[in-house]
């Protein structure tokens, strides 16, 4: 009996490790599908802009002058990255939900044990 006590208390801890990696995972995702917007919103901006248009960009406390197509294509491989990073983050989420599913699982079966034990207990 202690020793499904000592099983129920891991089970339950491991299930709230999956479920603080998911949360932070969940986060993480968001934040990237929030920097995806803001540079799909900047290259829409881009698009709409002459070849000759200035375009400047902050580093540090200074505006420097950069060519339309290096903005472009850092932006572009920026938004590539993202798109992936964010394919890599879904993924995992995916392997969270499942590993914490069978961890739930796990903990109810376990608990039904448990209980049937000890209703067997103390009616013998």
Do not use: C, H
């Amino acid at each position: 009996m202690e020793e499904d006590r000592n099983k129920l208390q891991a089970l339950s801890e491991a299930l709230q490790k999956f479920q603080d990696d998911l949360q932070t995972a969940v986060e993480a995702r968001q934040k990237l599908e929030a920097q995806q917007q803001e540079n799909k919103a900047v290259q829409k901006e881009f698009a709409s802009l002459p070849d000759d248009a200035g375009i400047y960009k902050l580093v540090g406390p200074v505006l420097l002058k950069q060519d339309k197509t290096e903005a472009v294509n850092a932006v572009d491989g920026r938004l590539d990255f993202i798109t992936k990073e964010i394919t890599r983050r879904e993924a995992r989420i995916k392997e969270l939900q499942e590993g914490s599913e069978k961890k739930r699982v796990e903990l109810m079966q376990l608990q039904q044990r448990i209980q049937i034990a000890a209703q067997e207990q103390g009616a013998g």
